[in-house]
C-alpha cells in the first residue's frame, strides 16, 4: 500500500489556503480534506514493514509545537510542478522529522534521500506549467505570496495511506500519534 507520515491541519489553517487556492491561474489544486504536512514519503509498502513502523513510531515522544507559515513558493524552477505555503522554520519540527527518520531506520526501512523542505502543497501543475501558465503563476505569487496564514498547533502526526480513485487521490488515517 502507498504511505506516507504527515501532520494533518486543522479547518482554521486549511480554510484560508482554500481561499488562495480558488485563485489559482491554472493547475489542480489539492483537495481540502487532502492539505497536510508531509514528514515521510514511504511509496509502496507491505503491511507487515508499516505495522514495524507504527510500533517505532509509538516510541516517538516529544512535546506539542507551534508551526508558522513564510509565503508561498514553487517547485520546478521556469517550469513549476508544485505550489506550496512555506511552513516557517522550526527546531521542534526538525526535531521531530529527525525522529521520524530514526523509526523508518529502525523499522528496517530507507528513509527518503531528499533534504526535508517543510511546506503545505497547495497546486500541482503536471510536468510542469508551459511558460504563460509559470508567467500567470508568477504573478499569482507575487500578489498572494506574502497573504497572512495562521499560525497552528502541532499535537501530533499520523501514519497515511494513500489510494487513488477516480474522482482523485484520498488519504486514509491508518494511525495517529499524539505528541505530549
Given at each position: 500500500?502507498?504511505?506516507?507520515?504527515?501532520?494533518d491541519?486543522?479547518e482554521?489553517?486549511?480554510a484560508p489556503?482554500?481561499?488562495?487556492?480558488?485563485?489559482?491561474?491554472?493547475?489542480r489544486?489539492?483537495a481540502?480534506?487532502?492539505?497536510?504536512l508531509?514528514?515521510?514519503?514511504l511509496?509502496?509498502?507491505e503491511?507487515v514493514v508499516?505495522?514495524g513502523?507504527h510500533?517505532?513510531?509509538?516510541?516517538?515522544?516529544?512535546?506539542?509545537?507551534e508551526?508558522c507559515f513564510?509565503g508561498?513558493?514553487?517547485?520546478?524552477?521556469?517550469r513549476p510542478r508544485i505550489?506550496?505555503a512555506?511552513?516557517?522554520?522550526?527546531?521542534a519540527?526538525t526535531?521531530?522529522?529527525r525522529?521520524?527518520?530514526?523509526a523508518?531506520?529502525r523499522?528496517g526501512?530507507v528513509?527518503p534521500?531528499e533534504?526535508?523542505?517543510?511546506?503545505v502543497?497547495?497546486g500541482?501543475?503536471?510536468?510542469g506549467?508551459?511558460?504563460d501558465?509559470a508567467a500567470r503563476l508568477?504573478?499569482f505569487l507575487?500578489e498572494h505570496?506574502?497573504?497572512?496564514l495562521?499560525?497552528?498547533?502541532?499535537?501530533g502526526f499520523?501514519l497515511y495511506?494513500?489510494t487513488?480513485?477516480?474522482?482523485?487521490?484520498?488519504?486514509?488515517?491508518?494511525?495517529r500519534?499524539?505528541?505530549?
Amino acid at each position: 500500500m502507498r504511505a506516507f507520515i504527515a501532520i494533518d491541519l486543522p479547518e482554521e489553517v486549511t480554510a484560508p489556503l482554500v481561499r488562495l487556492q480558488a485563485g489559482l491561474p491554472a493547475g489542480r489544486p489539492v483537495a481540502e480534506e487532502n492539505l497536510h504536512l508531509t514528514l515521510a514519503f514511504l511509496g509502496d509498502q507491505e503491511e507487515v514493514v508499516l505495522e514495524g513502523l507504527h510500533y517505532e513510531l509509538e516510541g516517538i515522544k516529544a512535546p506539542p509545537f507551534e508551526l508558522c507559515f513564510s509565503g508561498l513558493g514553487t517547485f520546478g524552477g521556469n517550469r513549476p510542478r508544485i505550489l506550496f505555503a512555506d511552513v516557517a522554520p522550526e527546531s521542534a519540527l526538525t526535531d521531530l522529522h529527525r525522529r521520524v527518520t530514526g523509526a523508518l531506520r529502525r523499522a528496517g526501512m530507507v528513509p527518503p534521500r531528499e533534504r526535508f523542505h517543510p511546506h503545505v502543497t497547495l497546486g500541482r501543475f503536471g510536468n510542469g506549467a508551459a511558460a504563460d501558465v509559470a508567467a500567470r503563476l508568477r504573478g499569482f505569487l507575487a500578489e498572494h505570496g506574502d497573504t497572512p496564514l495562521p499560525g497552528f498547533a502541532v499535537t501530533g502526526f499520523g501514519l497515511y495511506e494513500s489510494t487513488r480513485h477516480p474522482s482523485g487521490v484520498r488519504y486514509e488515517l491508518l494511525a495517529r500519534y499524539d505528541l505530549v
